[in-house]
């Protein structure tokens, strides 16, 4: 049957020769003996050959026949690789159809030879391969991620940093949080493998592209899951994180990662956090509320609320010592947008909600009047008005729909964090918030949040009118 198999791939009509590819798929599935004779019939050259054939089916086919070939035994591998399979597999990567099987081929070439990881690397695979994660179907996903993860198995230096240069964390924690069972345990074990190249990127002082992406990395990774920012604690990430936003003249972008990085890492427990404090986070982040780019503020902003938040209490004391209050007051007071505000309040709320003595130099810091302007925001001024003045200062952009949606999630929970601060101050200060305004915008948020059914909301706006004894 075979001889007669291969005969067809080399000599019948293309219907015929993808009948002829499916038959020896069928054939070679699991069964080395049958892979064998395949190959002993000189079969590989007409399914090379087919790889480079326009019709996608039998491109498919043929890929298939060559995944089976190389799943079971190196020198069946090294056949296949010496037949001049690789580059033609690499190609049908870029292909919707025949791009699953390539893949899974290629994931078995490459999974016990440094050799044939080289050469899948050097030729470009790699891009192909996360171009797949992001729009091949959930099995092409699998496949593609078993083949990066069998990539960083051999922890080889060039094929842990092309994929780094890919910029694919974004998509492959997005895989990881939704993907099918099948993609998150590929994806899983690439990304523990390339924790350290992540931490080598970060000390790249001559290669911001590199920096950035290595902050990005760690940044995504962070916000998995406290197993993670273990992990990056333990490979050594949190020293060369701090010293890049320490260092001057470094690129705003790689200082958003970076500082986007910490945020995330301040998610965790004392275990991690205690040594970057150890490390002088507090006096970095309290620098860079300063920082001119507002994504920056935002990082830190965010950081020191999550620090706030986790440390119960441990390092409020530090935060306020070292003058970071008027700090969040300045925040909600310029032209800081939403998201800026939104994590400032949250700030905070932490540190108004342990010991009063906090809350007498938060309020000496004329803290309630911004914070009621907080509440007082107007969804409307999320999105610029065009002029119709040809000699007025160009506009900032308008907002696409996605981007507006998120504006208005943040707002929103800047206002659920301020009506919290107004809260934890109410006891000692409901005279103070209702003068400046406070319990009237309360009472317009909460008619807002009856009418549109938001409950959480409500419950959150009554508890600050209660602190105050107004409901």
């Known amino acids: 049957v075979v001889p007669h198999l291969v005969h067809l791939l080399y000599n019948g009509t293309p219907k015929a020769k993808e009948k002829a590819a499916g038959a020896l798929k069928c054939l070679s599935f699991n069964k080395v003996a049958h892979q064998a004779i395949i190959l002993e019939a000189n079969a590989l050259p007409a399914l090379v050959e087919s790889l480079r054939s326009d019709d996608s089916m039998l491109q498919t086919e043929a890929a298939g026949v060559i995944r089976y070939l190389s799943s079971m035994t190196a020198k069946h591998r090294k056949q296949v690789v010496e037949a001049g399979a690789l580059l033609p597999l690499i190609d049908l990567l870029h292909l919707e159809i025949p791009q699953e099987e390539a893949a899974a081929a ?32 959930t099995t092409s996903q699998e496949q593609a991620a078993g083949c990066l993860k069998n990539l960083t198995m051999r922890n080889n230096d060039d094929s842990e940093r092309a994929i780094m240069e890919a910029n694919c964390m974004d998509i492959i ?25 992540m931490v080598e990127f970060l000390q790249e002082k001559e290669n911001s592209s590199r920096q950035q992406q290595g902050a990005l990395a760690v ?55 205690r040594p970057m404090v150890a490390m002088g986070v507090l006096p970095l982040l309290a620098q860079l509320l300063e920082h001119e ?13 999550n620090l706030a938040d986790n440390s119960l209490g441990e390092h409020h004391k530090d935060m306020i010592s070292q003058g970071m209050v008027p700090q969040f007051v300045a925040l909600l007071s310029g032209e800081a947008p939403v998201a800026v505000k939104s994590e ?12 009063n003595a906090y809350r007498i130099v938060i309020f000496d810091a004329f803290s309630i009047g911004p914070m009621v302007e907080v509440l007082e925001l107007d969804p409307a001024s999320l999105q610029p008005e065009d002029s119709e003045d040809p000699e007025a200062p160009e506009a900032p952009a308008r907002l696409d729909a996605a981007a507006l949606e998120e504006a208005q999630r943040q707002l929103q929970e800047a206002k659920r964090r301020a009506s919290r601060f107004l809260r934890n101050m109410g ?3 409901a005279d103070q918030i209702v003068m400046a305004g406070g319990l009237q915008a309360l009472e317009k948020l909460l008619k807002q949040a009856l009418f549109d059914k938001e409950r959480d909301d409500a419950e959150c706006f009554v508890e600050a009118m209660k602190a105050m004894g107004a409901a």
């Not at 939704?178 to 350290?196: E, T």
């Not at 920012?229 to 705003?252: D, H, K």
């Not at 780019?293 to 609320?305: D, P």
Request: glycine content about 8%; hydrophobic content about 55%.
């Open 219 to 273: 940044r995504y990774l962070a916000a998995f899951g406290s197993e993670e920012r273990a992990a990056i604690s333990s490979e050594g990430a949190l020293e060369p994180l701090l010293e890049l936003l320490r260092t001057e003249g470094v690129a705003v972008e790689v200082m958003v990662e970076a500082a986007g990085a910490v945020r995330n890492l301040a998610l965790d427990t004392g275990e991690i956090i």
């Open 106 to 137: 290629i994931r078995n070439l490459v999974a016990n030879s440094s050799a044939n990881e080289r050469l899948v690397v050097d030729a470009g695979a790699v891009p192909a391969l996360v171009g797949i994660l992001r729009t091949g179907t």
């Open 344 to 355: 400032v309040a949250g700030a905070l709320v932490c540190l108004t909600s342990v010991f």
């Open 293 to 305: 780019s507002f994504l920056v503020k935002e990082h830190a902003a965010g950081a020191l609320k």
């Open 427 to 429: 006891a000692k200060y």
């Open 173 to 197: 924690i997005s895989l990881l949080q939704f993907g099918a069972p099948g993609v998150k345990m590929q994806a899983a074990a690439m990304v523990r493998n390339l924790i350290d190249r």
